[in-house]
């Protein structure tokens, strides 16, 4: 899950493997899986990135980790 903004300035939170597509007019257009679209304040480049670092957490486990370890 990842925090946005929406132009209400309102928080909202939503499930980065749902995401389809991004755009940008000049707003951003989150799109889901099932066909809601949400705007947000966020640039497509600052959802990315929030994205990324959510799916980080998520493989690497409580985010201390570094990709070289290995757990046994």
């Known amino acids: 899950m990842i925090k946005l903004v929406?132009?209400?300035?309102?928080?909202?939170?939503?499930?980065a493997d749902q995401i389809e597509k991004l755009q940008e007019?000049?707003?951003s257009v989150v799109t889901?899986?099932?066909g809601r679209k949400?705007?947000?304040?966020?640039?497509?480049d600052e959802?990315?990135?929030k994205v990324i670092e959510y799916k980080?957490?998520?493989f690497?486990?409580?985010g201390m980790k570094q990709p070289s370890e290995?757990?046994?």
Do not use: A
Request: no cysteine; proline share 3%; aromatic share 6%.
């Open 60 to 62: 690497l486990g409580d």
């Open 38 to 44: 949400y705007l947000v304040k966020e640039s497509n």
């Open 32 to 34: 889901l899986v099932n």
């Open 6 to 15: 929406g132009l209400d300035n309102k928080e909202i939170v939503i499930n």
């Open 56 to 58: 980080r957490k998520i």
């Open 70 to 72: 290995k757990t046994f």
């Open 47 to 49: 959802i990315i990135r």
């Open 25 to 27: 007019v000049p707003e």
